[in-house]
């Protein structure tokens, strides 16, 4: 079993929609990170939270540590934000889940 | 699912000595491999991605001359760490890609310098 789950593995969505990646996690963490990757390009860091909610721009991230659960939510979603997005936690070492494939239709 | 692992895990070196570490795809050949450094409390940093048999390409405000990367196989990926300096301490991953943009992470190289 992974130490981290994320779901769906993909996604699509037309554009406009509200979209929401789901990560789930089975150790302790000191932080939870969601990064986003273009097709052949390396990663780019969107959040790192410990707690609470963080809000940047059209993307929204939330971390639940009681239920070991965080949320990443697109508003509007645009075809741009087609690319894949990755939950990392970092404890005694950085677990990565494997990722989320989206896709967004004009 | 394919395997990328990093060695050594950690690292404890003297200011001024330089520092290896290396990236391995085990079970698959890595076309791409990527460096990535977390400094405490912050996140991930792309430094640089390196592609098999050519240079590496280093985002910006990383010192090509500071961070030395070798591609030189498709299952191997070093990180040179120069003259390294107490600032230096950080946490250093590698991932790698193969035929698909999926990228393998390295479970991390802790690295501290005194």
């Known amino acids: 079993k992974n130490e981290v789950e994320q779901s769906p593995q993909n996604l699509t969505a037309q554009e406009g929609e509200f979209i929401t990646i789901n990560c789930s996690y089975s150790?302790?963490?000191?932080?939870l990170h969601w990064l986003q990757q273009h097709p052949g390009g390396g990663i780019v860091s969107l959040f790192m939270?410990?707690?609470g909610k963080k809000k940047h721009g059209r993307l929204i991230a939330t971390i639940n540590i009681q239920e070991k659960h965080s949320s990443l939510h697109i508003t509007a979603s645009h075809p741009r934000d087609s690319a894949v997005y990755i939950c990392?936690?970092?404890?005694?070492?950085?677990?990565f889940g494997t990722g989320t494939s989206l896709t967004v239709i004009p | 699912g394919a395997v990328v692992s990093q060695h050594p895990s950690w690292v404890i070196c003297k200011s001024g000595t330089s520092v290896k570490i290396e990236c391995r795809s085990l079970?698959?050949?890595?076309?791409?491999m990527f460096w990535y450094r977390q400094f405490p409390k912050q996140s991930l940093m792309l430094m640089a991605t390196?592609?098999?048999?050519?240079?590496?390409?280093?985002e910006q405000g990383v010192e090509k001359d500071k961070f030395l990367i070798n591609h030189a196989s498709l299952t191997l990926s070093t990180l040179t760490v120069t003259s390294a300096h107490p600032e230096d301490s950080s946490f250093y991953i590698c991932?790698?890609?193969?035929?698909?943009?999926?990228?393998?992470f390295g479970p991390g190289t802790r690295l501290t310098v005194l």
């Open positions: 390196s592609n098999e048999g050519s240079k590496a390409t280093y």
């Open positions: 990392a936690v970092t404890g005694n070492q950085f677990y």
């Open positions: 939270l410990s707690s």
């Open positions: 079970d698959f050949q890595a076309t791409t």
């Open positions: 991932s790698a890609s193969g035929n698909t943009d999926t990228q393998y």
């Open positions: 150790v302790g963490i000191s932080a």
